[in-house]
T-cell receptor
Framework: DAGVIQSPRHEVTEMGQEVTLRCKPI?????LFWYRQTMMRGLELLIY????????DSGMPEDRFSAKMPNASFSTLKIQPSEPRDSAVYFC???????????????FGEGSRLTVL | QKEVEQDPGPLSVPEGAIVSLNCTYS??????FMWYRQYSRKGPELLMY????GNKEDGRFTAQVDKSSKYISLFIRDSQPSDSATYLC???????????FGGGTRVLVKP
């Protein structure tokens, strides 16, 4: 299995530009998570989907951030317009979530390192 | 105050030493406790998973949970240079997949 695949691995852009990060989860997994990691705030959950439906987006910082999951094998995280404080590593993770019961192991991608100048 | 507190380190030890890591938390509803290992420029990967209080051992790794003190620990015996990484604790409540992560402790094992 190829694991969770994220693109791009690195993105450098200027303030005000639109940024789109992409994620392909592990085949068969039904939950997908977007995290952001910074030195100051650590690993923060932005949003997660179950069966392509957004379940909890309370971590999305503001309206400049949006996420979609049009099908089981693809998700995007978009920032428009981007700001320097959005600079971080953005991770996508997937999981096989049961209908109830304990949390399952998260499988992370290698991350997209975003720098906004 | 953060829900989960973790000393950022770095924690530097000689090869073969025991590495001791810990996290404290404030939410008494947490019941599931995990440790993830993150190598530089990589995503975190699950290392240990425990439920409620008690100990769990897996090879050189031992995880301990003390819910009465809201304190969890990870011990690495006979540490190797390949153990050099950032270790993140993570916790979840009874249901759902929403994990709360600690900030991570960077560990350096010197040959």
């Amino acid at each position: 299995d190829a694991g969770v695949i994220q693109s791009p691995r690195h993105e450098v852009t200027e303030m005000g530009q639109e940024v789109t990060l992409r994620c392909k989860p592990i085949s068969g997994h039904n939950s997908l998570f977007w995290y952001r990691q910074t030195m100051m705030r650590g690993l923060e959950l932005l949003i997660y989907f179950n069966n392509n439906v957004p379940i909890d987006d309370s971590g999305m910082p503001e309206d400049r951030f949006s996420a979609k999951m049009p099908n089981a094998s693809f998700s995007t995280l978009k920032i428009q317009p981007s700001e320097p404080r959005d600079s971080a590593v953005y991770f996508c993770a997937s999981s096989l979530m049961g209908t109830s019961g304990p949390p399952r192991e998260l499988f992370f991608g290698e991350g997209s390192r975003l720098t906004v100048l | 105050q953060k829900e989960v507190e973790q000393d950022p380190g770095p924690l530097s030890v000689p090869e073969g030493a025991i590495v001791s890591l810990n996290c404290t938390y404030s939410n008494s509803a947490f019941q599931y406790f995990m440790w993830y290992r993150q190598y530089s420029r990589k995503g975190p990967e699950l290392l240990m998973y425990t439920y409620s209080s008690g100990n769990k051992e897996d090879g050189r790794f031992t995880a301990q949970v003390d819910k009465s003190s809201k304190y969890i620990s990870l011990f690495i015996r006979d540490s190797q240079p390949s153990d050099s990484a950032t270790y993140l604790c993570a916790m979840a409540q009874a249901a759902g997949n929403k994990l709360t992560f600690g900030g991570g402790t960077r560990v350096l094992v010197k040959p």
